[in-house]
T-cell receptor, first 111, second 116 residues
Framework: AQRVTQPEKLLSVFKGAPVELKCNYS??????LFWYVQYSRQRLQLLLR??SRESIKGFTADLNKGETSFHLKKPFAQEEDSAMYYC?????????????FGQGTTLQVKP | DAGVIQSPRHEVTEMGQEVTLRCKPI?????LFWYRQTMMRGLELLIY????????DSGMPEDRFSAKMPNASFSTLKIQPSEPRDSAVYFC??????????????FGAGTRLSVL
């Protein structure tokens, strides 16, 4: 069954420290992976997607098919990065439009 | 475009009452999704539509929940009768199956429902 797992509900780091939000997936085909972010009192929005291979707000994520992971990383956390982060998977080949979300990780960046 | 528009933003009701949540997707989008967000369960997909037709409603918790999409610019999620455990934030999202934007979902601001 298709599944996305984010093992940490809460990740707390100090400003300037490196951040890694973990995401593992279970999918038999070729998935498309995303990270969505929800800042306080704002709507959920796309942060980045693996096919774009870009860095957004200093965040990067690499799809590792061998480890079935798509961890989100940032070398130096900022206080404004505090938010809820969701990893999501799309059925890349079947094109259903449906996303499967992980449980989410709250990132807290302390001053 | 103003993005996905949901109404109301907040709803407080009493147990047993009917609740109707509304969503206007982004013009031109052919997929519409309803999600529920709670602290315990995170973001759960309830139902989604493609070209106004329900495709997958396996996430709808029980018969008290129903959703409709009478046209491309409007959808409703109804809970009747409502129960305290339905208290959550309900999100609507839409997407467009185009080459560059496929599978990117755009979310509304959500409706925070409190059932007393």
């Amino acid at each position: 069954a298709q599944r996305v797992t984010q093992p940490e509900k809460l990740l707390s780091v100090f400003k300037g420290a490196p951040v890694e939000l973990k995401c593992n997936y279970s999918y038999s085909g070729s998935p498309e992976l995303f990270w969505y972010v929800q800042y306080s009192r704002q709507r959920l929005q796309l942060l980045l997607r693996h096919i774009s291979r870009e860095s957004i707000k200093g965040f990067t994520a690499d799809l590792n098919k061998g480890e079935t992971s798509f961890h989100l990383k940032k070398p130096f956390a900022q206080e404004e990065d505090s938010a809820m982060y969701y990893c999501a998977l799309a059925h890349g080949s079947s094109n259903t439009g449906k996303l499967i979300f992980g449980q989410g990780t709250t990132l807290q960046v302390k001053p | 475009d103003a993005g996905v528009i949901q109404s109301p933003r907040h709803e407080v009701t009493e147990m047993g009452q009917e609740v109707t949540l509304r969503c206007k997707p982004i013009s031109g989008h052919d997929y519409l999704f309803w999600y529920r967000q709670t602290m315990m369960r995170g973001l759960e997909l309830l139902i989604y539509f493609n070209n106004n037709v329900p495709i997958d409603d396996s996430g709808m918790p029980e018969d008290r929940f129903s959703a409709k999409m009478p046209n491309a610019s409007f959808s409703t999620l109804k809970i009747q009768p409502s129960e305290p455990r339905d208290s959550a934030v309900y999100f609507c999202a839409s997407s467009f199956k185009g080459a560059s934007s496929q599978n990117i979902q755009y979310f509304g601001a959500g409706t925070r429902l409190s059932v007393l």
